[in-house]
T-cell receptor, first 111, second 115 residues
Framework: DAKTTQPPSMDCAEGRAANLPCNHS???????VYWYRQIHSQGPQYIIHGLKNNETNEMASLIITEDRKSSTLILPHATLRDTAVYYC????????????FGTGTRLQVFP | DAGVIQSPRHEVTEMGQEVTLRCKPI?????LFWYRQTMMRGLELLIY????????DSGMPEDRFSAKMPNASFSTLKIQPSEPRDSAVYFC?????????????FGPGTRLTVL
């Protein structure tokens, strides 16, 4: 699976959009981009995933560049409860189903 | 559904003792995963099962670690003998055997401290 690069930490004001970048310059054509987050003392939680089109769900939006070498997770209106470590993962979507977590981005939402 | 259930939530033991961690996956899920998380190494996959069969145990650190899944609703991770460096949070996760959608659902974790 391709490696990802994320900033180690970011801050965001409550109510503002949080934009979390991820570089995956060696991504293969059949690899998806997944985002999980881990709130302190809890297990990781799935957020969203995509292949090449932008995706949106009730939690977030995922913007993938046309060359697919990078992506951005957007939390449109960050709340204090969004404070967590966010992991960007790229993987082939087949039945081996392994997730390889990097170091992620620690997002701190402040009042 | 109650989600993935893990027990115990906290375990404190002494070096050399046997430790057994338990996991109940979400009903109907075909995959079960065991992860370990430490400050030094982050979140790492130890082993995973598909339909109760171990598929990949390459992440199991050494022979002291073993995992079983006797049926679709129960799995154990055993450490014998335990060592202080095994102190970590151990997560269990499960997922459906979906073709296009492989979200993993994680349990709350077991915090293991080996003295």
């Amino acid at each position: 699976d391709a490696k990802t690069t994320q900033p180690p930490s970011m801050d965001c004001a409550e109510g503002r959009a949080a934009n979390l970048p991820c570089n995956h310059s060696t991504i293969s054509g059949n690899e998806y981009v997944y985002w999980y987050r881990q709130i302190h003392s809890q297990g990781p939680q799935y957020i969203i995933h995509g292949l090449k089109n932008n995706e949106t769900n009730e939690m977030a939006s995922l913007i993938i560049t046309e060359d697919r070498k990078s992506s951005t997770l957007i939390l449109p209106h960050a709340t204090l409860r969004d404070t967590a470590v966010y992991y960007c993962i790229v993987r082939v979507q087949h039945n081996t189903d392994k997730l390889i977590f990097g170091t992620g981005t620690r997002l701190q939402v402040f009042p | 559904d109650a989600g993935v259930i893990q027990s115990p939530r906290h375990e404190v033991t002494e070096m050399g003792q046997e430790v057994t961690l338990r996991c109940k996956p979400i009903s109907g899920h075909d995959y079960l995963f065991w992860y370990r998380q430490t400050m030094m190494r982050g979140l790492e996959l130890l082993i995973y099962f598909n339909n109760n069969v171990p598929i990949d145990d390459s992440g199991m650190p050494e022979d002291r670690f073993s995992a079983k899944m006797p049926n679709a609703s129960f799995s154990t991770l055993k450490i014998q003998p335990s060592e202080p460096r095994d102190s970590a949070v151990y997560f269990c996760a499960s997922s459906l055997d979906g073709v296009n959608y492989n979200e993993q659902f994680f349990g709350p974790g077991t915090r293991l401290t080996v003295l």
